[in-house]
């Protein structure tokens, strides 16, 4: 079979996660929360068919050459190895650390942030903030007269309407991908810096979204407009149905979550099971995964609803530019 059409499907929250939220029972099938209505989809979903897209990892090469997997193998090397280290986790018991290594941790931490900043709620921003930078310099260059002289049809136009509402840039999506990278290095050694705490749920399940990774504040710095990257940040991801992971700074002398060592598996009361299920909702995007059809959840979620949770960059000449849609998706193609 043909190692691009196997890797078509590309996705950016990797089934490797996907599947520890599912049915129990059941290998890729989970409940999913439309999180615009509030409501649960008819039936249940595939891990196999959730947050991808066809070739969503596609770029260009130094040859102009289309490189549809390249990004793509790099992504799934980095979940072949994290896959056991996950499952460790998953397998803890109450009182006990798991068997991680420095070394262990500082994948993990890479394969947490990429989470983040892997998905379109990272991605679209990063690309629109390319499209406002390009058309700036484009602007710029045209007042220093560094464009061929326009032709005289393009002239009038510009002459009658002005440049801001002529030139309009295009902006490949891949552009956006050395951001994902980097970004993911930068919040990975933040974390790394942090206390990691995992708890362990009881007969109540966590969910999971589009979107994985929570970011706060404590009440002490709550109106800090700061990033996930941020020293002070408090980090909330579920990693399993049963386990949660909280990271947080060393210094903070108070936190919602219960002041732990590092590295150790606690049992949790249905309360803050439910806090943590609140903050993965709230950062969401389009859709709450969850093992339960479960009243409590869809409820949460239908309060929760209006919040979300997105890399935040004021584009204010967005009719200047536009992002090319992915040219390899299959819905584009009929």
């Known amino acids: 079979m ?36 509030g409501q649960y989809l008819k039936t249940t979903s595939s891990i196999k068919k959730i947050c991808s897209e066809d070739y969503y990892y596609y770029q260009l090469d130094d040859k102009g050459n289309v490189d549809h997997i390249g990004i793509e193998d790099r992504l799934s090397e980095t979940e072949r190895s994290v896959n056991p280290l996950l499952q460790t986790i998953c397998d803890t018991t109450v009182g006990n650390r798991p068997d991680l290594s420095e070394e262990n941790q500082g994948e993990l931490a ?11 709620s990272f991605r ?29 049809i393009l002239q009038k136009m510009i002459e009658e309407k002005g440049k801001e509402n002529v030139i309009h840039a295009q902006i490949h999506p891949f552009v956006s991908l050395q951001a994902m990278i980097e970004g993911a290095k930068f919040l990975a050694l933040s974390m790394l810096k942090k206390k990691w705490i995992f708890y362990r749920a009881k007969d109540i399940v966590y969910v999971t979204s589009d979107n994985p990774i929570h970011f706060s504040f404590s009440s002490k710095y709550r109106n800090l407009c700061g990033c996930p990257g941020d020293p002070l940040s408090i980090l909330t991801i579920t990693l399993s149905k049963n386990v949660a992971l909280v990271i947080r700074p060393e210094s903070l002398e108070k936190c919602r979550f219960s002041d732990q060592l590092n590295l150790k598996m606690y049992s949790t009361s249905k309360s803050i099971v439910n806090q943590i299920n609140k903050a993965v909702i709230c950062s969401a995007d389009k859709f709450v995964f969850s093992s339960e059809k479960n009243e409590g959840i869809r409820s949460m979620v239908e309060k929760f609803r209006y919040k979300k949770q997105k890399v935040y960059i004021d584009t204010p000449n967005k009719k200047s530019y536009s992002v090319i849609k992915n040219p390899y998706s299959k819905s584009l193609k009929g």
């Open 2 to 37: 043909n190692l691009r059409k196997i890797k078509r499907n590309q996705h950016y929250i990797p089934q490797c996660y996907l599947k520890r939220f599912t049915i129990e029972g059941q290998k890729s099938l989970f409940w999913v929360i439309n999180k615009k209505t």
């Open 110 to 120: 890479f394969f947490l942030a990429l989470l983040f900043t892997r998905g379109p």
């Open 124 to 152: 679209d921003p990063i690309n629109n903030l390319h499209g406002e930078l390009l058309t700036k310099l484009m602007l710029e260059m045209d007042k220093n007269n560094l464009f061929p002289k326009a032709p005289d």
